[in-house]
């Protein structure tokens, strides 16, 4: 097995806003927004559709990814609030998680700027197609659970904490594929795909599949390749994307916003029963060898490969645990104070429910009481703890914390 971590397909800027429920009760007045209104599937064709998105997510604790009709939009309604720049994308913030840790990485990109050589970890190397620099910036709204925003005729109250993504990005809806991306896979113990979720059009999806499935050849035949499924802008074609991976993905992940979209339904995380028919009714959608949901309280994994990757889902919830709490300042010591926290009683319910009569693995989550929690890029940061288990980067990240005991047992010179 070769010793590289490469993650893909694509990276973003990100607008995270700084939550004001009075700015956002001001808009939803303004814009004269009632209850009856409130829907996550109105086009955002312009600011106060956003409001009503964003409004309706809220009202039921909800996340997802939408699409905007220009960036024009974002940066109307980022203007309102306090904003941070920071990098989003499934394999960046995962490289981020692993670059607390110590592990290094490399990363496929389709579009830079100065604001991603300014933020991109040092450890990072980067296989890239973007042939000039573009700006096209993902909002990212992520409101705290009890806050209430006034409507024209009503108010509503978030029942959890949750992130929506805003966005149009066009060289992530292209998604072109860095011709040196084979090159970098030759040596990879592990390849993340992710960010398909983005692009409209079948024909050139198709078109990239071509691409990546040209570059995949070159993995060693002992590489795992983790494929991250998010919000599609066209679910219909996430059904394309597995037609044409499925067979060469080993672990297959969603968080339960996703599970949720799959099945047409809510399903209360809480109640074993609940729980263990969605994971079998999934499965047969997406038969992946480890198929692995991961929410709040707790990840599980269905599927014949399951029992090989307990120790990649206790590295991955542990991890997205210790930046729920702790944010991207997060270090390989605060993961051990994370290890030492209680687990979720109900998530343990869950999962055990689900192996004695699912078959599968399962790891709850931990309790984390906070003040001031992040849920921005926590599946991100779970992908990135569970690469952290793929031996290769298992060493790396022994070898980190190694190095940093011993420079923190030397005498000062």
Sequence with gaps: MGGD????????????????????????????????????????????????????????????????????????????FDVEITLGGTG???????????????QHLVSIDDNVRRLLPA?????????????????????????????????????????LIFANDAPNREMAIAPDLGGALAGAAAFLVSGFNTMQD????EHRLDDLGAAMRHLPADALVYYEDAGFYQRELSSLVRSRLLDRIDVYGMNEDELQEYLGRPVDLL????????????????????????????AIAVGPDSPRHRAGLESAVRTAATRYRLGDTCTVDDLDDTARLPRH???????????????????????????????????????GGFLAAVPAAARLATAAALERALDAASPVR
Excluded: C
């Excluded at 913030?93 to 110590?102: C, E, K, T, Y």
């Excluded at 009683?345 to 992040?374: I, K, M, N, Q």
């Design 92 to 106: 960046v913030r995962a490289g981020i998680a692993l670059d607390r840790i110590g592990v290094p990485t490399v």
């Design 202 to 205: 079948a024909a050139l999806l």
């Design 271 to 298: 109640a074993p029963d609940d729980v263990v028919a969605a994971l079998a009714e999934v499965h047969e959608v997406i038969p992946a060898r480890a198929l692995v949901v991961h929410t709040k309280y707790w």
């Design 345 to 383: 009683a109900g998530g343990t319910a869950v999962v055990a429910a689900a192996e004695s009569r699912r078959g599968a693995t399962g790891v709850p989550a931990f309790l984390v009481d906070t003040a001031h929690p992040t849920t921005i890029g926590l599946g991100d940061t779970f992908v």
């Design 5 to 80: 971590l490469v993650l893909g397909l694509g990276g973003t800027v990100d607008y995270e806003i700084g939550w004001d429920a009075d700015v956002l009760s001001a808009l939803a007045q303004r814009y004269g927004i009632r209850l009856d209104e409130l829907t996550t599937t109105t086009p955002v064709i312009d600011e106060r559709a956003l409001v009503v998105t964003v409004l309706a997510f809220l009202a039921t604790g909800g996340g997802g990814e939408r699409f905007v009709l220009s960036s024009d939009i974002v940066e109307r309604f980022a203007a309102h």
């Design 123 to 163: 450890s990072m190397r980067i296989v890239s197609s973007a042939t000039r620099d573009t700006l096209d910036p993902h909002l990212i709204v992520q409101y705290p659970e009890g806050t209430t925003v006034a409507l024209a005729d009503a108010a509503v109250t978030a029942p959890a904490s949750n992130r």
